[in-house]
């Protein structure tokens, strides 16, 4: 039934990728990466444009999904994905939201559980696109650049495209996420202090 779905919006070319990507980050259990490389194999040297007008449709669709996990929570994703997807999402995201996003724009796991469960779990929507901004971009514009590149031939490329840049933008990840631990917990202790020197200077104070 779906890939029914994905074949009547190939005809449309890039109207069908806005379509697929926008509902990829909603519901739609099929990634938009697939659309996006039958249409780029059909005309390579559209590949740059096809990448840009996914990746917008793709942002426009996250807040879609959010709200949707906000209103309707996460029982709705069992009933399109499979469990096993949706529980390692959920343990990702408990143990780190920010890391589950950027980690889950390359995985299988389908984008769209992380939408809705930024949703369910009040994760602000800010930075879901923010960093939905990131994983997607770096997705969508390296397939569209290989096929723009070396034409059709980009095909058996692009297949383990997502493996390739999980396994390079993880250790990245990793190292941005704790450089960022540890600058907010120097904030932090620089601003207990700031608040205790002026407790003690209140009370000086109010002493004499």
């Not at 889950?104 to 994760?123: D, E, H, Q, R, Y």
């Amino acid at each position: 039934m779906f890939q029914s779905v994905v074949d009547f919006l190939k005809d449309f070319g890039p109207w069908g990728l806005v379509i697929h990507s926008f509902l990829d980050a909603i519901i739609f259990p099929i990634p938009a990466f697939f659309l996006q490389v039958s249409l780029s194999i059909l005309n390579p040297s559209t590949a740059l444009w096809l990448a840009t007008v996914g990746y917008i449709a793709c942002l426009l669709g996250t807040p879609v999904g959010y709200y949707l996990g906000k209103i309707m929570g996460k029982s709705v994703l069992y009933k399109f994905l499979k469990k096993e997807w949706i529980d390692a999402a959920t343990d990702r995201f408990q143990k780190n939201g920010e890391a589950a996003i950027l980690i889950g724009s390359f995985t299988p796991i389908p984008f769209k559980v992380f939408t809705i469960l930024s949703g369910c779990l009040n994760f602000p929507l800010w930075r879901l696109i923010g960093y939905a901004a990131i994983g997607r971009g770096l997705k969508f514009y390296i397939v569209g650049l290989l096929f723009y590149l070396y034409g059709q031939a980009a095909e058996s490329m692009v297949k383990d495209v997502s493996l390739y840049i999980f396994i390079g933008a993880v250790p990245v990840i990793v190292i941005f996420l704790l450089l960022r631990k540890r600058s907010r917990k120097k904030k932090e202790l620089a601003s207990k202090a700031d608040q205790q020197q002026q407790q003690q200077e209140e009370s000086i104070r109010i002493g004499s």
